[in-house]
Every structure is written in C-alpha cells, then in structure tokens.
C-alpha cells in the first residue's frame, strides 16, 4: 500500500507561487499515473493536474491551466505541483493521490488520502 505525504503548502499573496511535493513511500509509483486534487471548505475535492506515469501526459484542470505545472521524478517517488499567478479561489489543502488518466483526464480510483498540505492565497 503506498503512503503519501504532501509538503510545501504556505501562506502567499495574491500573483505569487509555491512549489509543492508529494513523496511516496510503501510502494514504487513508477508506473502509476499520479494527480493532485484540492479541497477548500464548503466545496467539493476537486481534480488538478495530473501526470502519466513516464510524465509525458499530464492534465489539467482548466481553472489552472497555464499557471500550474505538474512533474514526477520516479526516481525519488516524487510529484511535484508548480502553482505561479495564485489567486485567492486557488486556495483549499492539497492532496496527491494516485490516479487512471485517458485522454479525457485522470480520476482518483482509490479510497485513500494522504494529510495534505494548505494552500492559502490572500487577495
């Protein structure tokens, strides 16, 4: 069973960036297409990015498309979410999961969920 734990969420202004990671561990993800989800109070979890498992797909949501980029370093079981031009809806606490991508997307199959970490943008 892999475990996941998210790191790199903080407090940032408006228009400014953070760089956040997800390390995991108890299993390889290698070969497993990896995502980052959101969830601010009162909203649903909802769908980033994703990345398939070579990292040469990835997805968006289009709320952040162009402003998030979404990596993977297999290597060192890592994901890794670059948010530039924040906004205040952007934020919520950030989850990684692994995922199943199709040429529409990728959706979370699992029922698991690691701590997150918060993302706060003030306006």
């Known amino acids: 069973q892999v475990q996941l734990v998210e790191s790199g969420g903080g407090l940032v202004k408006a228009g400014g960036s953070l760089a956040l990671s997800c390390v995991a561990s108890?299993?390889?993800?290698?070969?497993?297409?990896m995502g980052w989800f959101r969830q601010s109070p009162g909203k649903e979890r909802e769908f980033v990015a994703g990345v398939s498992w070579t990292g040469a797909t990835t997805h968006y949501a289009e709320s952040v498309k162009g402003r998030f980029t979404i990596s993977r370093d297999n290597a060192q079981n890592l994901v890794a979410l670059q948010m530039n031009s924040l906004n205040p809806e952007d934020t919520g606490v950030y989850y990684c999961?692994?995922?199943?991508?199709?040429?529409?997307?990728?959706?979370?199959?699992?029922?698991?969920w690691g701590p997150g970490t918060q993302v706060t943008v003030s306006s």
């Open positions: 999961s692994v995922v199943k991508c199709s040429g529409f997307g990728c959706y979370k199959e699992d029922d698991y």
């Open positions: 108890g299993s390889s993800i290698s070969r497993k297409s």
